[in-house]
């Protein structure tokens, strides 16, 4: 695996393989078995694998975790080895944004619903990294998780409104044995709210059965949100349900339905979601 | 010279032509020899020269000329023919843009100065078909003038800011026999008008003679400005110098001065400039 810090060493091996399908798994690092499933499925479809990670300051606001987001690169370069990666791409904050130009990249309407209404300019951050990222590495297939739906469903939309040319790849969650997502952030909890998290997932999936039942959606989320609140000590920022991947309201029209939640707990901001298809009544 | 409508043709194009190097001209067609210049330039560097004819939407403005911009497809034909075309791709309004998706680009700083203060939004709408056909062409290098300097400004910026896999190349401005600056919107001028035109240029010689001569950049621009005032019925949008490329006002630290003006005449607006050497004093 080679182990690359600057955009003029990774411009060089990307521009030697040209001719090779390459898989890109962009990362904050931290990894856990929700990135090697990302990695896993990249090794399978192409060539070459690159990975990269960096904790990209553009995406949090100035009350957010930027500088204690868990990092453990000696865990991660080892993590990637095993899982057969080729490139590893580490850049420095100041490698990846050496200049301010004034030149951004505004979500609009889909990022001003779930994740969003609370991380203003979270997803125009995510939208600049990636976009970098993508003209570096030129991608033929890019991985992202089921678990950021928000994010997967923004980058796929941006991804066909402006042709870039690669693949975006839907990687479903992978859990912890109890049921919680996996996610860098759960090392910030507590024992007890370790225990509690589950419950975020439990409620998804209790109000997705109260609305397939009832097709009442007002009455699922209730039933959701009642068990977090319940059985958690966490505050609730949202649980929703939204069509997808547009994230508007659902409809008669909507195909598949994403019920996501929010909870913050002391140190931690989780998230999770599951995706129903929506059956005709 | 094969022509191309819709943008599944052109990735099947491009996608057979990856081991080539690709020279790209992006125009809004009426092409005129400004246009032949960077054609030329682009045959002579690649092994494949794509040119785009595409009127697009997004960079006018409600009251701007988008309908009346003027077209001739059959003779931009027989001139990209000439030119040693490969590939003329002529997309649609609705091939380019089937959807809103609500993500934009803005520009920010670099667009709120010479053009970009009468022409709010128009340098959004040039970055966002720019990235579009990008992506689509995928070249090894773009060719644009120096005609249109602040636009060559902002996709210079927007380029290595983004870290687009492209090279910019800068064509000097080609000119009409008596010095106007060669422009499709040339043919909106009156008979009367064609003949003042030409005082555009003169005033930008006269400006850029008088700082040279005297350091002193206000009397420059004074003097270019009595000069259009006095020699031609169009109205000043604006005369001024901003170091370039970063379009920033003029200070010992400044290597190249752009001299740049913008003309209303009855039917058309057009624009010059002029790039100077700053001589340390």
Same mark, same amino acid.
């Given at each position: 695996?080679?182990?690359?810090?600057?955009?003029?060493?990774?411009? &060089?091996?990307?521009?030697?393989?040209?001719?090779?399908?390459?898989?890109?798994? @962009?990362?904050?690092?931290?990894?856990?078995?929700?990135?090697?499933?990302?990695?896993?499925?990249?090794?399978?479809?192409?060539? =070459?694998?690159?990975?990269?990670?960096?904790?990209?300051?553009?995406?949090?606001?100035?009350?957010?975790?930027?500088?204690?987001? @868990?990092?453990?690169?000696?865990?991660?370069?080892?993590?990637?080895?095993?899982?057969?990666?080729?490139?590893?791409?580490? @850049?420095?904050?100041?490698?990846?944004?050496?200049?301010?130009?004034?030149?951004?990249?505004?979500?609009?309407?889909?990022?001003?619903? $779930?994740?969003?209404?609370?991380? @203003?300019?979270?997803?125009?951050?995510?939208?600049?990294?990636?976009?970098?990222?993508?003209?570096?590495?030129?991608?033929?297939?890019?991985?992202?998780?089921?678990?950021?739906? &928000?994010?997967?469903?923004?980058?796929?939309?941006?991804?066909?409104?402006?042709?870039?040319?690669?693949?975006?790849?839907?990687?479903?969650?992978?859990?912890?044995?109890?049921?919680?997502?996996?996610?860098?952030?759960?090392?910030?909890l507590?024992?007890?709210e370790?225990?509690e998290a589950?419950h975020l997932?439990?409620? $998804? $999936?209790?109000?997705?059965?109260?609305?397939?039942?009832?097709?009442?959606?007002?009455?699922? =989320?209730?039933?959701?949100?009642?068990?977090i609140e319940?059985n958690t000590s966490g505050k609730i920022d949202?649980?929703?349900?939204?069509?997808?991947?547009?994230?508007?309201?659902?409809?008669?029209?909507?195909?598949?339905?994403?019920?996501?939640?929010a909870v913050f707990f002391e140190?931690a901001r989780l998230?999770?979601?599951?995706?129903?298809?929506?059956?005709?009544?």
């Amino acid at each position: 695996m080679q182990i690359v810090q600057t955009i003029n060493e990774l411009k &060089q091996i990307i521009s030697v393989n040209k001719d090779k399908t390459i898989g890109f798994v @962009p990362t904050m690092g931290y990894l856990h078995e929700g990135h090697q499933a990302l990695l896993n499925k990249a090794r399978i479809d192409n060539d =070459i694998v690159v990975a990269s990670i960096f904790v990209n300051p553009a995406q949090f606001g100035p009350n957010e975790d930027l500088d204690r987001y @868990p990092r453990d690169i000696d865990r991660d370069t080892e993590l990637a080895t095993d899982a057969g990666v080729d490139v590893l791409f580490l @850049p420095s904050a100041q490698e990846m944004y050496p200049a301010e130009s004034g030149i951004n990249i505004t979500v609009g309407d889909l990022s001003t619903k $779930l994740c969003g209404e609370s991380r @203003p300019g979270h997803f125009d951050g995510v939208l600049k990294v990636i976009t970098k990222l993508f003209h570096l590495v030129q991608p033929t297939k890019a991985y992202f998780g089921q678990k950021d739906a &928000q994010q997967l469903a923004i980058i796929q939309t941006f991804v066909s409104a402006y042709n870039f040319p690669v693949e975006i790849v839907r990687v479903q969650t992978v859990r912890e044995s109890d049921g919680l997502a996996k996610s860098s952030r759960n090392v910030f909890l507590s024992e007890h709210e370790r225990v509690e998290a589950v419950h975020l997932y439990h409620a $998804l $999936l209790l109000a997705a059965e109260k609305w397939e039942k009832t097709n009442d959606l007002n009455a699922a =989320i209730a039933k959701g949100k009642v068990h977090i609140e319940s059985n958690t000590s966490g505050k609730i920022d949202y649980l929703q349900a939204l069509s997808y991947p547009d994230l508007q309201p659902v409809t008669d029209k909507t195909k598949e339905v994403l019920f996501a939640t929010a909870v913050f707990f002391e140190k931690a901001r989780l998230i999770d979601n599951i995706l129903k298809e929506k059956k005709d009544v």
